[in-house]
């Protein structure tokens, strides 16, 4: 019996890395940009919440909407969000093309992306994830799988 091969991707780290104009995290101007400190971003939200994220057991916007008032009063949740996706959409045109020979191999690729319904059209669009994929899909973390763009 023969079965078919099958490749599991990450995309953060794996096809997107970093900002697309210079590879460097999304985070790097947030504090000029959006007046949001990095660090209390890092203690406030990502190191008691995002375990808890990734795996669906808490909502990324809820959280913010907790988190984000003490670090920058006037920054909308969803501001932020599209800040951070935005800054972390970077493909790596190399493992793109790898993906492409692995399909046409007859391999199905499959990627997980960021939590929730809240992955975006820069890391899942024509050129992004859904391109590593083809026509396999991608599955959030949140362990509900997505098929194609739009998303939601």
């Not at 947030?30 to 909502?59: M, S, T, Y």
């Not at 190399?94 to 492409?100: H, K, S, T």
């Amino acid at each position: 019996m023969t079965g078919k091969l099958c490749l599991m991707l990450d995309v953060d780290g794996v096809i997107v890395n970093g900002r697309p104009e210079d590879g460097l995290s999304w985070a790097t101007d947030i504090a000029n940009d959006l007046g949001v400190d990095p660090a209390g971003l890092q203690k406030a939200f990502f190191e008691p919440h995002w375990p808890d994220i990734v795996i669906g057991r808490k909502n990324l916007l809820d959280v913010l909407s907790v988190c984000l008032p003490a670090l920058a009063l006037f920054v909308r949740r969803q501001d932020l969000v599209d800040y951070w996706f935005k800054g972390d959409s970077a493909l790596d045109d190399a493992a793109l093309l790898e993906c492409d020979q692995l399909r046409a191999d007859g391999v199905s690729i499959f990627s997980g992306d960021k939590p929730g319904a809240y992955e975006s059209e820069f890391s899942y669009g024509p050129s992004g994830s859904s391109r590593a994929c083809g026509r396999n899909g991608l599955f959030s973390t949140n362990r509900r799988q997505k098929t194609r763009p739009p998303i939601f």
